[in-house]
T-cell receptor
Framework: ETGVTQTPRHLVMGMTNKKSLKCEQHLGHNAMYWYKQSAKKPLELMFVYNFKEQTENNSVPSRFSPECPNSSHLFLHLHTLQPEDSALYLC???????????FGQGTRLTVV | GEDVEQSLFLSVREGDSSVINCTYT??????LYWYKQEPGAGLQLLTYIFSNMDMKQDQRLTVLLNKKDKHLSLRIADTQTGDSAIYFC??????????????FGTGTLLAVQP
């Protein structure tokens, strides 16, 4: 148990569906992150939020829409995804300027 | 841009030592990390080292950093079958008030043979 919880653990969605991934942390951190882990590729940073403000968008397509209503919760809204978006989506949190980032278990997304 | 490279696969026998290597290109890296990922799980932070250190030991884990060659290694003593996993090297440049943006390697799959 790392203190970062992601739901759902697995998600299968059609290309025309709209779904959301949820991340919650109870570590008192102020920075939260979305990473994408595709097969045979390094983990890619997608978005960074610091004190609820987005500070990084790593050229992510607009079909991925993040939301950070407070420092404890982070969402990733998905719509009209492509099969190549199938991956493990990992959420992480850290203290602002801290040295350690803690990861959730991830959501395994399959787009059909 | 920054780049972190690792070998893809390492096989060892139970009880032997494992050494997983990593090279990075960003000379301004502040912290370097080792994460472990077991099948179907997220990433677990194993250990990290500050760039002004050259060695850190934590129980069975020893991290060696050669900053001149930009080379990082993780040694696992007395490797057990439960150590079988993918090990990721990562680096970050953290400066006052900034967030912790990690740049990851592709991961090394460690297979421990009984």
């Amino acid at each position: 148990e790392t203190g970062v919880t992601q739901t759902p653990r697995h998600l299968v969605m059609g290309m025309t569906n709209k779904k959301s991934l949820k991340c919650e942390q109870h570590l008192g951190h102020n920075a939260m992150y979305w990473y994408k882990q595709s097969a045979k590729k390094p983990l890619e940073l997608m978005f960074v939020y610091n004190f609820k403000e987005q500070t990084e968008n790593n050229s992510v397509p607009s079909r991925f829409s993040p939301e950070c209503p407070n420092s404890s919760h982070l969402f990733l809204h998905l719509h009209t995804l492509q099969p190549e978006d199938s991956a493990l989506y990992l959420c992480a949190s850290s203290r602002t300027g801290g040295t350690e980032a803690f990861f959730g278990q991830g959501t395994r997304l399959t787009v059909v | 841009g920054e780049d972190v490279e690792q070998s893809l696969f390492l096989s060892v026998r139970e009880g032997d030592s494992s050494v997983i290597n990593c090279t990075y290109t960003d000379s301004s890296s502040t912290y370097l990390y080792w994460y472990k990922q077991e099948p179907g799980a997220g990433l677990q932070l194993l250990t990290y080292i500050f760039s002004n250190m050259d060695m850190k030991q934590d129980q069975r884990l020893t991290v060696l950093l050669n900053k001149k060659d930009k080379h990082l290694s993780l040694r696992i003593a007395d490797t057990q079958t439960g150590d079988s996993a993918i090990y990721f090297c990562a680096e970050t440049e953290t400066y006052g008030g900034a967030t912790n943006k990690l740049i990851f390697g592709t991961g090394t799959l460690l297979a421990v043979q009984p």
